[in-house]
């Protein structure tokens, strides 16, 4: 094996370096591996690196032919180092990271396995969609950024929405809530301060994980006048212009349908432009049906697995079930909706030989448009342990992918939610493909 990158680590100052001996090992959820070169691509340009405190690193000792813990290098103490890829990458594998102090929980980001040869990071993951929606260069002008909110907040000086997604685009540095105020592809309605599930990885709410949520909860319901002065004016404006319910800062948008289906009619009364979407847990395909019925173009629905006990152990939905959502995917189809289903991806859990099965048996319906194989950003050990990894058959990332794309031609995958005039493809037509090693 010629392509062996070398092990990666970090001091408690985040100072990273490069083990003079050891190789890079990863995890694929079952145990530690030396990865294939097929599983790795250079770490895209505006990534993130993040070393992983209460963490032994692990890396592969080439003379003893075997797997070798390091906690001291180079006279310091010394941790693992993860990547985190820019959106539309699909993590592969897990950083290769034994927790030492129980009382350490990672915050929730993906961390994805990384390695370093011929000059540069390389990651354990794989380009899965074509399209650069949030390649970090077209947020590197934070004075433009500034310049925009202001003028929005002065147009729109009452408005709470606009307030709450100037803060978002500032503190938090969504980009969605970005793409707002530079009026490009899609932006954010959220409406939902209350949830029907409990996920274990919930960014916006945390009773379980020892974790702090990464940012808080829109906490006011907004008027349909204050959702349009968002909406239509990006509607309008914006190149490949999306709006979309169901962010990241808010809980489960269909639980307010009402206020979402009164919004769409008054949007679609002032615009044909562009595409009114809603991301959800898909827990009541009645009212799916009524929000295509007023204007509704996409809908993505989130799901862990097709295992009703897995589903309920991450979702711990209250009300509604597996079935309810698995019949908002067909409820959505059949009202003319573009449907994605959002897969959240873990290594050693979503490569589960009997969850592929599963998927591959829900995707023969074809009620699904576009997969998007988006990760699950928890703590690895966490997960782990919870969802009992050790006992499960995974057959790797990358072979349930290519297996996705052979038994599936004309399934789309990707990562980003398509605007109309993005999708590259009608209704039922085949999708443009990406090239994929696997």
């Avoid at 209460?54 to 813990?69: D, I």
Wanted: hydrophobic residues 40%; positive net charge.
């Amino acid at each position: 094996m010629n392509f062996m990158p070398q092990l990666v680590l970090s001091d408690n100052r985040g100072n990273v370096f490069v083990h003079p001996t050891l190789k890079m090992v990863a995890s694929d959820g079952k145990g530690l591996r030396l990865p294939q070169e097929d599983e790795l691509v250079p770490l895209p340009k505006g990534s993130t690196l993040y070393y992983l405190p209460g963490h032994v690193a692990a890396g592969w000792e080439q003379g003893a032919g075997s797997v070798s813990f390091v906690a001291r290098a180079s006279g310091r103490k010394v941790f693992p180092v993860a990547g985190f890829p820019i959106p539309g990458f699909t993590r592969l594998l897990l950083p290769a990271a034994h927790k030492s102090d129980p009382k350490v929980f990672l915050p929730l980001w993906p961390y994805t396995a990384v390695g370093w040869q011929r000059g540069g990071f390389y990651a354990a993951a794989v380009r899965i969609d074509p399209m650069t929606r949030q390649k970090p260069f077209y947020y590197a002008r934070p004075s433009l950024l500034r310049k925009n909110i202001d003028a929005m907040l002065r147009r729109f000086p009452q408005n709470r929405l606009v307030r709450h997604l100037a803060h978002c685009a500032i503190s938090y540095q969504c980009r969605n809530a970005q793409n707002l105020f530079l009026k490009r592809a899609e932006a954010p309605l959220p409406v939902a301060g209350g949830c029907n599930a409990r996920c274990l990885g919930c960014l916006s709410f945390q009773d379980d994980c020892g974790v702090p949520a990464s940012h808080e909860r829109i906490s006011f319901l907004p008027t349909v006048d204050e959702l349009l002065e968002v909406a239509v004016p990006h509607l309008k404006a914006a190149r490949r212009a999306m709006v979309s319910f169901g962010q990241g800062c808010e809980g489960e948008p269909l639980l307010q349908s009402s206020l979402l289906r009164q919004t769409i009619l008054e949007i679609r009364r002032r615009t044909r432009a562009g595409t009114i979407h809603l991301n959800t847990n898909g827990f009541c395909p009645s009212a799916l049906r009524d929000l295509a019925a007023a204007g509704l173009d996409s809908v993505r629905v989130s799901l862990n697995s097709l295992c009703e006990k897995d589903y309920d152990a991450y979702y711990r939905p209250r009300g509604y079930g597996l079935a309810d959502v698995l019949a908002s995917l067909a409820a959505a189809r059949r009202s003319g909706l573009f449907v994605s289903l959002n897969l959240l991806t873990f290594p050693g859990f979503t490569d589960d030989g009997d969850e592929v099965r599963r998927l591959m048996r829900f995707l023969d319906k074809g009620h699904v448009d576009l997969l998007q194989l988006r990760n699950l950003s928890i703590d690895p050990e966490f997960f782990s342990r919870r969802f009992s990894l050790g006992g499960r058959r995974p057959m790797g990332l990358a072979r349930m992918i290519g297996l996705i794309r052979r038994q599936h031609p004309s399934l789309r995958l990707g990562y980003f939610n398509p605007s109309q005039k993005a999708r590259g493809f009608l209704p039922g037509g085949t999708p443009p493909r990406e090239g994929f090693r696997a």
